[in-house]
């Protein structure tokens, strides 16, 4: 019971034409007109494939702790409880056996409680392009660094299953600019998210430390 419990806090916490030039056949007689086959419809690009990663991402330069501060999506857990989201820090790691993912911390508050989930993010060949992998292959979360400059705030795309969400992170909770949410807001709206889908998230009260009673471990996945 207890397994299940925490798997669904981390859901609530945490998509040869041939063409016949000639209709007559040898002899003279005509041939009946092949019917034609419809041209094949090329495969439809996932949202977030037209959303390529920042040039020259140094995924080093992104370690270290990241502010939750907005998020655009049409999940339906933010649409139902979006006025109620806690406060939610994020802090990415190189782990000392690996230099081809990321270790990630979420820490997050749940009915007064603080929370903190393992997970990894694997690198891909392309910089700035990851992978958190889920249980069975068409269930892994496709990840994109959008934008950073690494020093005040970071853009991050997140795609499960065809549905994207997209997040907005700071290195801390005072330096979000006017124009840095002007920008996030112009993202989102590419995405067909506009003010509707957008969480700003609390910006006070972060968690600390958590018990290791309170840790859920989401590696390799959950």
Known sequence: MAGV??????????????????????????????????????????PIDLTPPQKNIDIQQMT????????ASKCSYLINHGTKVEPTVMTLNFPPTSDQSVLVSTKTRHNHQCWEILQMYNLTPTPGR????????ELNTDIVIGET????????????QGKITIKLYGRS??????????????????????LAF??????YSHCGDVDQHHKINCVPTC
């Open 149 to 160: 400059d690494y020093n005040s705030y970071a853009i991050m795309y997140y795609q499960k």
């Open 130 to 137: 990851l992978t958190l992998p889920g249980s069975r292959a």
């Open 173 to 194: 909770v005072d330096n979000l600019s006017e124009p840095m949410l002007t920008k996030f807001e112009q993202l989102a709206e590419k995405q067909a998210l506009g």
């Open 64 to 71: 270290g702790t990241w502010y939750l501060l907005n998020t």
């Open 5 to 46: 419990w925490k798997c669904t806090l981390t859901l609530a916490l945490l998509m040869f034409v041939c063409v016949w030039g000639a209709s007559e056949a040898v002899g003279g007689a005509k041939s009946r007109p092949r019917p034609k086959r419809p041209p094949r419809k090329k495969p439809k690009a996932e």
């Open 198 to 203: 957008l969480f700003p998230f609390p910006t």
